[in-house]
C-alpha cells in the first residue's frame, strides 16, 4: 500500500445508490436479511428443490418452493426502481446491467432455438419486463460478474455517459451447478460456512436475486431523491494465477483493493469494515487475508471483518451485487454482520473478525470483496451518503 492516497480518479460526477431490492434465502426484503447476518443466523438447511440423495452433501441456502428467475427479476428491477422514486417515463430510459449464470431456458431448448436464450436475450427480455430501456448489457464472469456490472455502471454514471443504470443479478441453486460443486469436493462437508476459521471445509450455494439503481448524485438532488450510500470507489484486476486456485499471496486482490481506495480518495484507516469474499475455503480464506494484510497495512489488524457468505451462502453471479447491499444496510444501520460458523483462529488468517452479536460502528466507509475462479477480482468502496 502506498504511504499517500492520491485525489480521487472516478469521475467529474458522485455516484450514489439509491434504490435496492433482494430476495434471498430469508425471504423478501432487505430487513430479514439484514437482520440474519447482524445475528450470524445461517439460512442453511437440506435442499428440497431438487433430489440430493447421491450427494456427498446435501445443503444450501435456498427460498421455499421454486421460484422463476426471470419472475423474480422482475420484481427485484420493480422494488428498486420503486425506492428510487423513478417515474415509469424515467425507467423507460434507465439501462440495465444483468450479472446472471445464463437463460434457465437454454438447457431446454432445441438447437435452432438456442440463439434466442443466450445471456444477451435474455437480460434483453429481463429490461423490456421491468419497463427499462433498450440498452441491456449481461455479464456472466461468476462470482465477479455482478460487482464489474456494478463497477462498469459506476464508472459510466461517474463520467455522464448514464444519468442512472440499473444493475440486477439472479442465481437460484439448481441441480447441475450444485452437481459441479459437489463433484468438486468445494462444498462444506458439516453444512456451516466457516470464513477464517480453523476447520472450515468449504463453501455453500445460496439463492440470491437483487437489483440496485446507481444514479449520479445531482441526478438524484433533482429529483429530491435520498441515497442510501455514495458508491465511492472501484477496483477490478486480474492475476490469471490458476484456473482455479487463487494466487497464495493475495496480490491481485490486494491491488483492486488498492485502486478502490485511491478511486475515492480514502486512506485505509477510514475504511471501519470488509465485507469479505469469505467462501470459507482454505486457500482463497488464506490468499484473501494476505491481500487485506497488504492493502490496508497498518490498519489491518484493527478494521472489522466478517463474510455474510457464512449466513447466506454463496450465490455465484449475484453474490457481490447481494454482499454490497448487505454492506449498505449495515452502515445504515450502525451495526456489524457477524462471521457466523467460527470454531477458533487460523494463524493464516489475523484478522479482527467480528464475532460479537450485535457489534457497533459508526464507521462512514466499508469495502465489499469478491473473487472467481481465473484470478478475477473485485473491490466496491461504499460511504456514508
Not at 423513478?86 to 438447457?107: C, E, I, K, M, N
Not at 462470482?143 to 443504470?165: E, K, L, N, Y
Not at 480514502?266 to 469494515?273: F, Q, S
Not at 452502515?331 to 484478522?351: H, S, Y
Request: with cysteine; hydrophobic share 45%.
Amino acid at each position: 500500500m502506498t504511504e499517500n492516497v492520491p485525489t480521487a480518479r472516478r469521475g467529474p460526477r458522485s455516484v450514489v445508490v439509491t434504490g435496492a431490492a433482494v430476495l434471498s434465502a430469508l425471504g423478501h426484503g432487505v430487513q430479514p436479511l439484514l437482520s440474519a447476518v447482524l445475528d450470524g443466523t445461517p439460512a442453511f438447511a437440506p435442499v428440497r428443490r431438487f433430489d440430493v440423495s447421491g450427494r456427498q452433501v446435501a445443503a444450501a441456502a435456498t427460498c421455499p418452493g421454486s421460484p422463476v428467475l426471470a419472475d423474480e427479476l422482475e420484481r427485484a428491477v420493480d422494488g428498486a426502481c420503486a425506492e428510487a422514486g423513478l417515474s415509469a417515463a424515467q425507467r423507460s430510459g434507465t439501462p440495465l446491467h444483468l450479472a446472471v449464470h445464463g437463460d434457465p431456458a437454454l438447457a431446454r431448448a432445441t438447437p435452432a432455438q438456442r440463439p434466442a436464450h443466450g445471456a444477451d436475450a435474455f437480460a434483453d427480455a429481463v429490461a423490456r419486463r421491468a419497463g427499462l430501456s433498450g440498452a441491456s448489457r449481461a455479464y456472466t464472469s461468476a462470482c465477479v460478474a455482478s460487482s464489474t456490472a456494478v463497477a462498469d455502471a459506476a464508472a459510466a454514471v461517474a463520467h455522464g455517459q448514464a444519468d442512472r443504470i440499473v444493475v440486477a443479478a439472479g442465481y437460484l441453486v439448481e441441480a447441475d451447478q450444485f452437481a459441479v460443486f459437489d463433484a468438486g469436493r468445494a462444498l462444506a462437508r458439516d453444512g456451516r460456512v466457516r470464513p477464517f476459521s480453523t476447520g472450515r471445509t468449504g463453501l455453500l450455494l445460496g439463492d440470491a436475486v437483487v437489483a440496485v439503481v446507481v444514479e449520479a448524485a445531482p441526478a438524484a438532488r433533482a429529483r429530491r431523491a435520498r441515497p442510501l450510500a455514495v458508491l465511492a470507489g472501484w477496483g477490478r484486476t486480474g492475476d490469471a494465477h490458476h484456473v482455479c486456485r487463487p494466487r497464495p499471496d493475495g496480490a491481485g486482490l490486494a491491488r483492486a483493493i488498492t485502486d478502490a481506495l485511491h478511486r475515492g480518495g480514502v486512506r485505509p484507516e477510514r475504511i471501519g469494515y470488509v465485507n469479505a469474499h469469505g467462501s470459507g475455503t482454505p486457500a482463497s480464506d488464506t490468499a484473501e487475508a494476505a491481500a487485506l494484510r497488504s492493502a490496508l497495512g497498518d490498519s489491518a489488524p484493527t478494521v472489522p471483518v466478517s463474510s455474510t457468505k457464512s449466513v447466506h451462502g454463496q450465490a455465484l453471479e449475484a453474490g457481490a451485487l447481494l454482499e454490497l447491499v448487505v454492506t449498505v444496510a449495515a452502515l445504515r444501520a450502525g451495526r456489524l454482520p457477524v462471521n457466523a460458523g467460527f470454531l477458533g483462529p487460523d494463524e493464516t488468517c489475523p484478522l479482527n473478525l467480528v464475532l460479537g452479536r450485535a457489534a457497533p460502528t459508526a464507521a462512514d466507509h466499508a469495502l465489499s470483496l469478491t473473487t472467481a475462479f481465473g484470478g478475477a477480482n473485485t473491490a466496491l468502496l461504499v460511504g456514508a451518503p
